[in-house]
Structures are given as structure tokens and as C-alpha cells.
């Protein structure tokens, strides 16, 4: 399927493109760090759950026509997470989702990357109202979602858990 959003952002720190096969081992910094994915994936991944996972993200993109994009920092051309579009067949809508390693916390490279996520989903998606899952304990991506516009709207059993359902603007 042909994009249906840009292949690429760019805001004034980062590049968000797609991945690359290159770019598993810095995704792994992320995937394998507990603490990251404790409210997320839910556990480290191993190193071939990293490299699936990064090619269901590519597959993403070919069967929805958009995804999630690798997170590059521009300085270093280091890929510091994922944030993007994400639509699996068992969530009940499309979603904003993000994620980067520990050491890129509190730097505010994902409310930069997640603003510019949104603004090409208001133009090239106007049709798809997108949401966030995030799990109910998880006040770190509360915060960030609320800090990008995003209004709690309910709660709900999302696979084995509940989220919180937050809008975005």
C-alpha cells in the first residue's frame, strides 16, 4: 500500500522515518529495558522479539499505510524509540503510541516527536480521531499525553488490562 502519510518528519531534534534493519539494535536499547516497557510490552524483549517486533512495524506501514516511525536523534543518528501510528487488528481504534529508552526520559523528545505525529495525522488522516492506550498506573505517559492535548476519555479493558483512553486533539 502506497503511504498515506509522510514516510518522514522532522522536528528542530529529531528525524522520524521509517526503520531500517540496521536500526534493531539501538530499538533493543528500548525493547530490553524493563523499566521503558514495564506499562507497554509489558517485559524486556530479547533480541529476536526486538527484531519482530521492528518488522510487524514495517509490515504496519505496508498493510495501513502509515505506522510508527523510528525516533533518530539528529546530533547523534541514534533511533531512541518508536512513536507513531498503530492500528493492530484487536485494538478498538487507532492509536498515538510511544515509547523511547530510559536515558531519553524527561528530555522531551516525545511530546517533540508526538506533536509532530499529530499534526500529520490532522493532515493527512482527518477522517481517523486517534487515541492513546495507557495503562491506568502509567503517570509518566499520562502526563505526556496531557501535555500534547490529549484529553482522558474512559477507561477500558484493553488485552489483559485496563487503559486509559486519551484523545488527541
Known amino acids: 500500500m502506497k503511504p498515506l ?17 540496521e536500526d534493531w539494535k539501538d530499538l533493543h536499547a ?5 523499566t521503558a516497557t514495564k506499562y507497554t510490552v509489558g517485559k524486556a524483549f ?5 527484531w519482530r517486533l521492528m518488522a510487524s512495524i514495517i509490515g504496519h506501514w505496508q498493510l495501513r499505510g502509515y505506522g510508527p516511525y523510528a525516533v533518530e536523534v539528529k546530533t547523534t543518528g541514534k533511533v531512541i524509540g518508536n512513536i507513531g501510528f498503530w492500528y493492530p487488528v484487536d485494538f478498538p481504534s487507532p492509536e498515538i503510541l510511544w515509547g523511547l529508552a530510559s536515558e531519553f526520559h524527561g528530555k522531551g523528545f516525545a511530546s517533540e516527536a508526538v506533536i509532530a505525529v499529530q499534526a500529520a495525522g490532522k493532515e493527512y ?34 488485552k489483559d488490562d485496563m487503559a486509559n483512553v486519551y484523545r488527541h486533539p
Do not use: C, M
Open 5 to 21: 502519510v509522510p514516510t518522514q518528519l522532522e522536528t528542530k531534534r529529531l528525524i522520524l522515518r521509517q526503520f531500517k534493519d
Open 46 to 50: 530479547t533480541e529476536g522479539e526486538t
Open 125 to 158: 488522516l482527518p477522517e481517523i480521531a486517534f487515541v492513546s492506550f495507557i495503562h491506568k498506573d502509567n503517570t509518566a505517559s499520562i502526563k505526556l499525553a496531557e501535555a500534547v492535548g490529549a484529553v482522558f476519555e474512559k477507561e477500558l479493558k484493553l
Open 30 to 34: 528500548y525493547y530490553s529495558d524493563e
